[in-house]
């Protein structure tokens, strides 16, 4: 059973910057997606980020959602099954619980808007504990 961990989580001010970490248990899958999805009280889950990699062809995309596109950068380190998402111009807005999430993939559309999307990841995915972000005005 995968599991995945990630940290990183914490307060800043507006115009700050924090890296969250997503480290998996173990090799997931050849074509997957890893990402992260947020959720803010009273407000549903939704995708943030995400990373399509094929370990066989070496192709990876990337997806962001339009409310964070320019200010945050997802990679991955694959050689240690983690991903990073570099958050930096941060507002209050992004404040909320964010969780690392992975699925095995088919393809890139599979980690793309309109299917990067909480469902997938309850059906057939795996979900991060989930770490705190805070963001003061």
């Known amino acids: 059973l995968v599991q995945l961990l990630d940290s990183g989580g914490g307060s800043a001010q507006a115009g700050g910057s924090l890296r969250l970490s997503c480290v998996a248990s173990?090799?997931?899958?050849?074509?997957?997606?890893v990402g992260w999805f947020r959720q803010a009280p009273a407000k549903e889950r939704e995708g943030v980020a995400s990373?399509?990699?094929?370990?066989?062809?070496?192709?990876?995309?990337?997806y962001y959602a339009d409310s964070v596109k320019g200010r945050f950068t997802i990679s991955e380190d694959s050689a240690k099954n983690t991903v990073y998402l570099q958050m930096d111009s941060l507002k209050p807005e992004d404040t909320a619980m964010y969780f690392c999430?992975?699925?095995?993939?088919?393809?890139?559309?599979?980690?793309?808007?309109?299917?990067?999307?909480?469902?997938?990841?309850?059906?057939?995915?795996?979900w991060g504990q989930g770490t705190q972000v805070t963001v003061s005005a």
């Open positions: 173990e090799y997931i899958a050849i074509s997957k997606c």
């Open positions: 999430a992975t699925i095995a993939s088919t393809g890139p559309a599979d980690c793309s808007s309109g299917s990067w999307i909480p469902a997938r990841i309850f059906s057939s995915g795996y």
């Open positions: 990373v399509y990699t094929n370990d066989l062809t070496g192709v990876e995309t990337t």
